[in-house]
């Protein structure tokens, strides 16, 4: 039988304010365990939240980046469950009725295919604390540093049909998000995640199948292999014969499997009601005009922007605004290279990607400024070195603080273009190589790339080679 | 000094007719000989309340004393108060000491007052006989055998015995009116969002606020200036000036329009506590009121939309005392659930546990439509019937309870009966709306109390309606023989 796969995701989005969602203490990661928890987060006795004004306005920029509506009169809940690192026996999240209803997102996959997703809706809530089972010979710690630091929680209708577009959803979301300069992408600290709903139904049917929930994947690559493993397990089991059932399941990247968690019998009723301490959010034309105002180039117009702009190729702009601080990046070394977007795009995308990957850092934290590298990109527009050369300079920019400049002056890098010296060279080794040159002649038409190679060696490879070819045509 | 109000206290020391240390000294012997019987105080924070007295004496000295500076009060235990026990009368907080101060208790220290300590109430402020305290029941200072109302029973108690010159409180269902109406004091409950309820021990969210008990409207008047205001810690405060309550005590009540609602003057009503209410409305007349008839009819509704709508909130509020991070912690738990239950199971009463199931149901799947939320829809009908009653009149006036205090364990196996006594207070809380209790008389040597209701952040208004009958009455200077302890 053919399976159909439909796939939803809830995404956690972590805003990145400076302090949390109903308190004033600080969201800033890594700080000693509970040190970052003030007496709200701790849900003392007799304190209460109110609500961060940040919160209220990364949400709308959101949901005006999706074309979503804004609620205008949105309200906080409380979802009872009891957890050790929920402090108030409650989480405060939004349930009837979310900041942001219904928008939606084009995404594009790998063979050009472009396809819209819905986006249910997008509600804030707080975080909850961690739970630390190591180190505490059988018991757990609490760490309620992360209690209170404020979550956008993306639902997207179960519009995908595959892993692989599920995978095209999430980065979509996590660049939007990083265009809005609403939440940092650090999947690693967490501060991007999802949970992936997922079912099968036989080819054409209408009726969802039933779904299983997987929990807390944080990132591209789990997403897709998750997925996956959960639709092969989905197939086998109902060919044998077998039912799926409504449960939640905990991907286990180490062993590559999903693991059951809770079924539906055992799903909590979270008892949600509005919560009394906090008024409902509503929001008007003018403060959603003040956030318009304020919204970034998204990275489709931009993308857009650069195939028109810089006479970019379709994927050469989409890796290029993959992020906006690599577009940045990328816009300012065009200016340095005084307009040498071909060279600028090439450069960025080979050898700048390639060293940051090799070093692990991100283009924010680049060794090489844009303004450096343009200064080598001119260089070889003008023909002061070869791009073989600038291979060198690249390094030595990468390694140092020196400019493109000073590097080819004090190595010696310059290209010859001396049209003399060049054909010095070349009249040496057409004597020296009379063999070659016979073959040549005869017909061996391959023979040519030794002379140049030939010729290159001995000028330390700063011939010019376009001169190079033409004085070995003409000699030969 | 005990015998007389705040204002009269306050006039003395700023006359330097007596010294806050003596004051504060001569309340703390008081608590010594008197509250044995009496179980009003949980705890008594002696040698705090006697600094606290030198440090005002000291503002006497340079002349920078106010209103309150050196004014020995107490503060119900459900007010957070940094470095003392926080109980909320319950074991689960009895081992709790707060590490800050609500906001009430802030204010009140700027402006000055000595805390005496912290007033015994029904365990998380949930009882209307202050019966369900982990440190037992207070008893009434006219009658030992009766109870002296909830859940801020300690301290309508305290001001009733000459234990403390004034004493906060919170009222959620009648909190702060049905005790002082049943000791003889006057009960301010503020609009809701007027005082704030940063650091008061969440019972009702939406129905909590914070008060004052004491001696005379006046005295209410003196505390409200100092509790009231916005606070930026109380998403629910409101951002609103506070006018100057004593200023406006003595306005004339001529063409003051008093609505009488038909529904509390109605079957439940004991027939001499109506007398002592309509003995006072005969003063009102005199003072030039005018008095109409009001309906209230969603009356009968107000206690069943009361008990799905606290409990509700409170089983979430409570939700926090898990035995994980404060509080009580039941003895080896095995696991955490065996930890969260017991703890829980242990560390709660009888009646707290009995609302945060009722909470818990009224929430749950398949029911929240049918209780939670016509709940909601009744309350609005219900604010509306004041709103409507409003239209017409200034104030609304009514008994406090239905009966004077009744007898301890009376009601106790009863919980029905029992909430019934908050049958005229309820509404209220429901609507947000201020309402003061005042002394209109005795019955059987029981105070009885009348309940005045205003519109919203009406209080000055309520404050002079009930200063301007306490003018011309003495009930509320009435004291009762307590005899010392051995």
């Known amino acids: 039988m053919q399976w159909e796969v439909v796939i939803g995701l809830e995404i956690h989005a972590q805003l990145n304010t400076k302090s949390k969602i109903f308190s004033g203490a600080s969201t800033a990661y890594g700080a000693a365990p509970n040190t970052q928890a003030c007496e709200v987060d701790l849900g003392l006795p007799g304190v209460l939240p109110v609500l961060n004004e940040e919160v209220v306005r990364m ?113 979509k979301i996590h660049s939007l998000v990083q265009y809005l300069g609403i939440c940092d992408g650090n999947m690693a600290e967490g501060s991007f995640r999802c949970d992936a709903n997922v079912s099968i139904r036989p080819q054409g049917q209408k009726e969802l199948g039933t779904r299983t929930e997987l929990k807390n994947i944080n990132s591209f690559r789990f997403v897709e292999r998750a997925i996956n493993y959960e639709v092969q397990r989905q197939i086998e089991l109902i060919e044998e014969g077998g039912k799926i059932t409504q449960e939640t399941r905990l991907y286990d990247a180490d062993a590559h499997e999903t693991r059951s968690m809770r079924s ?108 450096r590298l343009g200064g080598m990109l001119i260089r070889i527009a003008d023909d002061t070195i ?91 | 000094m005990h015998t007389q109000t705040l204002a009269q206290i306050s006039a003395a020391l700023h006359a330097k007719k007596i010294s806050s240390e003596e004051l504060t000294r001569d309340y703390l012997t008081r608590i010594k000989s008197f509250d044995g019987s009496i179980n009003a105080y949980i705890t008594v924070t002696e040698e705090e309340a006697i600094a606290n007295a030198q440090r005002a004496d000291k503002l006497f000295a340079k002349g920078e004393a106010g209103a309150l500076t050196g004014v020995p009060i107490a503060h119900k235990d459900i007010f957070c108060t940094q470095g003392v026990r926080t109980s909320c009368a319950s074991k689960m907080l009895d081992n709790f000491i707060a590490p800050y101060n609500a906001t009430c208790v802030a204010k009140l220290a700027d402006a000055g007052v000595v805390s005496l300590g912290k007033t015994n109430m029904d365990e998380f402020a949930m009882g209307s006989s202050n019966e369900t305290s982990f440190y037992g029941a207070v008893k009434n200072p006219w009658a030992l055998e009766a109870v002296p109302g909830g859940s801020s029973g300690g301290s309508a108690a305290v001001v009733a015995a000459g234990l403390a010159a004034a004493a906060t409180g919170t009222d959620t269902g009648g909190s702060i009116r049905q005790p002082a109406a049943l000791t003889g004091v006057t009960g301010l409950k503020p609009t809701y969002g007027r005082v704030s309820r940063y650091g008061m021990i969440a019972f009702a969210s939406s129905l909590d606020q914070g008060g004052s008990l004491t001696r005379s409207a006046e005295d209410a008047a003196m505390m409200l200036q100092a509790m009231a ?29 008093i609505g009488l609602p038909k529904e509390y003057f109605s079957e439940g009503l004991a027939a001499e506590v109506e007398q002592c209410v309509q003995d006072a409305i005969t003063h009102y007349r005199k003072l030039g009121a005018e008095v109409v008839e009001v309906s209230l009819p969603h009356t009968d509704l107000a206690i069943p939309v009361y008990y799905v709508i606290a409990p509700a909130e409170c089983s979430a509020n409570l939700s926090r005392f898990d035995g994980v991070r404060f509080g009580y912690r039941c003895k080896d738990p095995v696991d955490l659930e065996d930890l969260y239950k017991r703890s829980r199971g242990e560390g709660f009463g009888t009646e707290v546990k009995r609302r945060i199931m009722m909470g818990a149901y009224v929430l749950s799947a398949g029911y929240y439509d049918a209780y939670y939320l016509k709940a909601q829809r009744i309350r609005r009908l219900i604010r509306d019937d004041f709103l409507q009653a409003f239209k017409n009149v200034d104030v609304i006036l009514g008994p406090t309870t239905p009966t004077p205090a009744f007898n301890l364990a009376e009601k106790q196996k009863d919980p029905i009966t029992m909430y019934f006594s908050d049958i005229y207070t309820i509404a209220v809380n429901l609507a947000g709306l201020p309402a003061i209790s005042v002394p209109v008389g005795f019955v059987g040597g029981r105070p009885v109390g009348m309940q005045l209701i205003g519109g919203l952040f009406e209080e000055a208004r309520l404050l002079n309606v009930a200063h301007k009958f306490q003018m011309e009455t003495d009930w509320h200077l009435q004291t009762p023989i307590l005899k010392a302890d051995q």
């Not at chain 1, 603080?401 to 010296?421: F, H, M, N, W, Y």
């Open chain 2, 229 to 257: 205001g916005f606070d930026a810690k109380d998403s629910t405060s409101i951002d609103k000036p506070v006018p100057d309550y004593s200023a406006e005590l003595n306005h004339s009540l001529q063409g003051l329009r």
């Open chain 1, 59 to 171: 949400a709308a920029l959101f949901a005006l980046a999706i074309d979503a509506n804004v609620s205008r009169h949105s309200v906080f809940a409380r979802k009872n469950y009891f957890y050790p690192d929920l402090p108030k026996g409650y989480q405060i999240s939004q349930f009837e009725r979310p900041i942001v209803e219904t928008g939606s997102i084009e995404i594009e996959l790998e063979d050009g295919t472009r396809k819209i997703i819905g986006v249910t809706r997008a509600h804030l809530e707080e975080d909850a604390g961690k739970s630390l089972h190591e180190d505490f010979h059988g018991m757990t710690g609490i760490d309620l540093n992360r209690a209170g630091t404020p979550l956008l929680e993306i639902v997207s209708e179960p519009d995908m049909r595959s892993a692989q577009e599920a995978v095209a959803y999430m980065k």
């Open chain 1, 386 to 476: 070869s791009g073989k050369i600038a291979k060198q300079v690249f390094e030595a920019l990468w390694q140092s603080d020196e400019e493109a400049d000073a590097i080819i002056e004090s190595r010696g890098l310059k290209q010859v273009t001396d049209s003399g010296a060049i054909e010095k060279v070349i009249d040496e080794i057409i004597a020296n190589n009379s063999g070659q040159v016979e073959q040549y002649r005869a017909g061996k038409d391959k023979l040519f790339g030794f002379f140049v190679g030939q010729v290159m060696k001995a000028m330390q490879g700063k011939a010019n080679p376009a001169q190079v070819n033409e004085i070995l045509k003409k000699k030969l």
């Open chain 1, 264 to 371: 539906k019998e055992e799903a909590m009723d979270y008892r949600y009601f509005p919560d009394p301490d906090l008024l409902p959010v509503v929001i008007d034309d003018g403060y959603l005009d003040a956030c318009r105002a304020t919204l970034p180039e998204l990275p489709d117009a931009k993308r857009q922007r650069f195939i028109d702009e810089y006479a970019l190729s379709v994927d050469d702009a989409g890796v290029l605004t993959s992020s906006r601080d690599l577009a940045a990046y990328f816009e300012a070394t065009v200016v340095a290279a005084k307009g040498e977007t071909k060279l600028a795009a090439n450069w960025i995308m080979g050898e700048v990607i390639g060293g940051l990957n090799k070093s692990g850092l991100d283009i924010t934290n680049s060794p090489l400024s844009a303004e």
